[in-house]
């Protein structure tokens, strides 16, 4: 018998899957975004015991906003990335980029804007919480962390528009056309 109460990492990972689909998938599609169109798009299980998600949204200046979200075995964390792009020629509905290879907006350079979606520096020295399970002794430690976290997600994914506007304020978007290739 243990002293304190352990769950395995697998039924944790299960608890972080069930979160984002109950309260961050919802939070992000009122605001627009919905399961990415690209044909090699994850969306669920993945290869490697976790779970992948990918989804999108278009604005009205052509610009491409994509959401990686990955909850891996081992790992205590729901990570969250986001990267935009503006598209050339311009896209009129994310429904036409249904069946295109996405890959290339993965790739570098490409990938040099991903950021993940995490308080500004500084705040999570000073304590802000972040998308993670943490510290828990007894099972209603446990049930406290995870309750935490599901009104954490749901907080900031119901408000992505900040983490857009920070991620505007040090990046500037790749101009790519509708296959990610870079546009000069």
């Known amino acids: 018998m243990s002293l304190f109460y352990s ?8 608890e ?5 689909l109950e309260k961050g998938l919802p939070a992000l599609e009122k605001q627009g975004f919905c399961k990415s169109p690209f044909s090699n798009a994850w969306f669920g299980k993945d290869d490697i015991g976790g779970y992948s998600y990918e989804l999108c949204r ?3 200046k052509s610009e491409l906003q994509i959401i990686e979200v990955d909850i891996c075995l081992g790992d205590n964390w729901i990570q969250e990335h986001l990267n935009i ?3 050339s020629p ?9 069946g295109i290879d996405g ?18 520096r500084g705040l999570i020295l000073a304590g802000m919480p972040q998308h993670k399970i943490g510290g828990y002794l007894t099972r209603k430690g446990l049930s406290k962390r995870l309750s935490k976290l599901e009104k954490l997600v749901e ?9 857009v506007s ?6 500037v978007p790749l101009k790519t056309n509708w296959d990610g290739h870079p546009v000069t």
Do not use: G, M
């Open 7 to 14: 769950v395995s990492q697998k039924e944790l990972k299960e």
């Open 16 to 20: 972080r899957n069930r979160i984002f």
């Open 58 to 60: 278009l604005t009205n």
């Open 85 to 87: 792009f503006s598209l």
């Open 90 to 98: 311009k896209c009129q509905t994310i429904e036409s980029l249904s």
């Open 103 to 120: 890959l290339q907006f993965q790739l570098p350079p490409n990938s040099r804007t991903r950021t993940r979606l995490a308080p500004p």
């Open 155 to 163: 907080s900031d994914l119901s408000d992505i528009q900040s983490y």
């Open 166 to 171: 920070r991620w505007h304020s040090s990046n």
